[in-house]
Every structure is written in structure tokens, then in C-alpha cells.
């Protein structure tokens, strides 16, 4: 088992043991929260089409049956019934399956399908699909919803090794000022550094779903770490920040609006930036802001030098 899998299924296990936790103490928000969470993960892998997957095609269907139960243990706990459908000691059953996943191959408990990964869209392709009905988001066209890999959040990268003469940034993200910020569902961020023609220069980065929902802002309080030493991103070098959340009317993930760090911006110590209209424009030359009201993206860096 490489440590790459071995950490995964570290995670999946401590989310899944928080959130039984949360249900026999009856935290509700809690344990829908951590279930959700940890079921989103699980779809993730279970259609991963990655070639350095280590699990089998048998393996992936058996976590995407494992997601399954824990939705239906969500929508169990949502349920006015008094009998609940999905109980916790069913759902205990699936933590050994979970934490045994490479050598498991008994038939699976529970009479349950894989769910379908919710879809989520690239910048922008949501313009094409429709007319947004708040102020802050528009435009309408032709889509084409097949072209775009789904996603899930939480796909944060460690911290690179350092070098002598060179620098490292970590990049705290603490929260995002929204006027409708308790409306947003599943709401994470994806990074990407990009240079002035809008091309990767960094692997793209998701935060986990928000941590919190407070007034006009969304708390995140997650560290990204930057993905090349500072020394040597190119010049008008960018760090995007895309801020997106789940509309279960329309059944997609979008982008609500992004926020953007140039180079001379990038110093220890807070920092505020403004949030831009979407879609999100990798080259900066369509700027338009999404409020006059003093909403920010709120961050924090720290460099790292050897």
C-alpha cells in the first residue's frame, strides 16, 4: 500500500468514526455535515479515471455503495418518520469494509447502487447553460455539460520540500464576505496560480466544504500550500481564488465569483482582495467587481525560506 492510499484511508476512517460519534451524541447538523462530506470523497474515488489509483473497479464500486449508505443515513436522520430507514449500528458495519478496503471481498451488507457524482462545472461553462436569477451572476448559451471531469472538494496538496535560497508560501485562507453567505450550499474554493495567458502553473487545488456559515461570511480556515517555489513562478504570475457552491434546483456545482493575488502582492501577514463577477478571467482584462458593499476574500501568508 503506498502512503498516499494508506493517508486516505486514515481520513476516511476518522471522518467516518467523528461522524458516528456526532450521531449516537445527536449533534444533527454535525453528523449530516460530516456524512455528506465524507460521502462526496468516497463518490470522488469511485469514479476516479486515474491510472495510479490503487483500487480495483470491484473495490471502487463497493465505496461508492459504502457513499450511498451514508446518504441514506443522512436523509434517515432529515426524516420527520419516527422509524428510521438507515439506522447507525447499519452504518457501523461499513467502518471495518472501509478500513479493510484492499483485502475486502465479501458481498457487500446493505442491497444499495453507487450514487452518480454530483456534477460540477469548469469557470464559466454554467453561462452557457442558463440565465441566472440574482444580480451578481448571468449570461446564457450552449453548453456542453459532457466535456468537464467532475470534481469533488478537498483535494488540498502538502507542503513542497524547501531548497536553499528559495520560497515557499502558505496561503490561510480564512473566510469570504457574502451578502447571501448562509444561502450557500456545500460552498468550497478551488486555487490554481496561473501566468498572464491563463495556463496552469501550479496543480489546481480544492478546499474542503466550508468549515462555517456566520452572518455575511463564509469561514474556510484552511492552509493551501503553494505549489512552486516563489523564485521561480514566471513573471505576471497570478493566484486565483474561485469561490463555488452546489444549486440543487439546477443539479450543478458553479462559481459564484473570484478573487485574484498578483505577485508584489504576496508578503507575510493578512491581506484582503476584492471579488470579481464571474466567469472567472485568468487573464485580468474583463474585471468587474461584484459589489460595492466591503466584501472580501480575507487571507493570511506565510513565507517559509531556508
Known amino acids: 500500500m503506498s502512503e498516499v492510499t494508506r493517508s486516505l484511508l486514515q ?8 461522524g458516528a460519534d456526532f450521531d449516537s451524541w445527536g449533534q444533527l447538523v454535525e453528523v449530516i455535515d460530516e456524512y455528506q462530506i465524507l460521502a462526496r470523497h468516497l463518490q470522488k474515488e469511485a469514479q476516479a479515471q486515474h491510472n495510479n489509483s490503487e483500487f480495483t473497479e ?7 455503495k459504502t457513499a450511498t449508505c451514508l446518504e ?5 436522520l432529515q426524516s420527520t418518520q419516527s422509524q428510521e430507514e438507515f439506522k447507525l449500528e447499519d452504518l457501523k458495519k461499513l467502518e471495518p469494509i472501509l478500513k479493510n478496503i484492499l483485502t475486502y471481498n465479501k458481498e457487500f451488507p446493505f442491497d444499495v447502487q453507487p450514487v452518480p457524482l454530483r456534477r460540477i462545472l469548469a469557470p464559466g461553462e454554467e453561462e452557457h447553460l442558463e440565465f441566472e436569477e440574482d444580480e451578481e451572476e448571468g449570461g446564457a448559451g450552449a453548453g456542453s455539460p459532457d466535456s468537464f471531469p467532475a470534481r469533488v472538494p ?3 496538496l502538502p507542503r513542497l520540500p ?13 473566510k469570504i464576505g457574502l451578502k447571501d453567505a448562509g444561502q450557500c450550499i456545500d460552498p468550497y474554493i478551488t486555487v490554481s496560480v496561473k501566468d498572464l495567458n491563463g ?6 487545488q480544492d478546499t474542503p466544504v466550508a468549515s462555517r456559515k456566520e452572518d455575511t461570511y463564509v469561514h474556510f480556515n484552511v492552509d493551501i500550500e ?6 521561480k513562478l514566471t513573471k505576471g504570475a497570478a493566484i486565483f481564488f474561485e469561490f463555488k457552491h452546489y444549486k440543487p434546483k439546477k443539479r450543478f456545482t458553479s462559481t459564484k465569483c473570484f478573487a485574484f493575488m498578483e505577485m508584489d502582492e504576496i508578503k507575510p501577514g493578512p491581506i484582503v482582495i476584492e471579488l470579481y463577477k464571474k466567469p472567472t478571467d485568468f487573464k485580468r482584462k474583463k474585471l468587474q467587481l461584484l459589489t460595492k458593499k466591503p466584501l472580501y476574500l480575507h487571507l493570511h501568508q506565510t513565507l517559509h525560506k531556508e
Do not use: C, N, Y
Not at 58 to 64: A, C, F, L, R, V
Not at 162 to 174: A, D, Q, W, Y
Open 11 to 18: 481520513r476516511w476512517g476518522a471522518s467516518f468514526r467523528r
Open 58 to 64: 470491484e473495490q471502487k464500486k463497493t465505496i461508492g
Open 72 to 76: 441514506l443515513r443522512s436523509a434517515a
Open 154 to 156: 478537498g483535494t488540498l
Open 162 to 174: 524547501s531548497e536553499p535560497g528559495m520560497t515557499l508560501l502558505t496561503i490561510r485562507i480564512e
Open 199 to 204: 495556463i496552469d502553473l501550479t496543480p489546481v
Open 226 to 231: 503553494l505549489q512552486k517555489h516563489i523564485e
